[in-house]
């Protein structure tokens, strides 16, 4: 069993300033694509700079493209969120596609950190009133009740229901006034 996930920083569950409310806005704000034009390493990203760069650059309006030609250094991407983060990725000996999959996973990011949730479900206005449960607003008699009992095993009436006070409305506005 690994324990790597001990060395992740732990928090909440976080929403880029309600991203979505109105209208969503892509978190990634520039991305660039470092390379060398001759080193062997950098084929995919260069492949992926021939063939696919205009078509993800149309697609994602919001978001600006860098080319950094280097000489004899490794490719690499470095995306830059709203939020101020930075996310560094070396592609050494990517192909096209892999590129084109990193891609579009960091544009679909939030630039938030990765991190080890403490909990599932998070709120910054925590009730005052505890957790509610089925048996919250239950009788208390219930507790000490031994089953099969008289009073609680008859079922609740609630009266009419909504469908019988409509038909009983009608009958009333037929008998009222027959010429209709």
């Not at 709203?82 to 544009?107: A, I």
């Amino acid at each position: 069993m690994s324990n790597s996930h001990l060395f992740l920083p732990s928090g909440f569950i976080r929403t880029p300033l309600q991203n979505g409310l109105g209208r969503y806005i892509p978190q990634l704000q520039r991305i660039t694509l470092k390379f060398c034009k001759s080193h062997g390493g950098s084929r995919g990203v260069r492949d992926f700079i021939e063939s696919d760069l205009m078509e993800f650059a149309k697609t994602n309006p919001g978001t600006v493209v860098y080319l950094k030609p280097r000489r004899h250094r490794s490719p690499c991407m470095v995306a830059e969120y709203l939020n101020g983060e930075r996310e560094y990725l070396s592609c050494h000996e990517f192909s096209r596609d892999e590129v084109h999959k990193w891609l579009s996973y960091m544009c679909t990011r939030s630039g938030i950190p990765v991190m080890r949730f403490r909990k599932y479900q998070h709120t910054d206005y925590p009730t005052i009133q505890g957790v509610w449960n089925p048996f919250t607003h239950q009788a208390p008699e219930i507790n000490v009740a031994e089953f099969p009992h008289e009073v609680l095993s008859k079922p609740i009436d609630h009266g009419p229901t909504a469908t019988e006070q409509l038909i009983e409305i009608f009958k009333k506005t037929q008998m009222e006034d027959p010429a209709k």
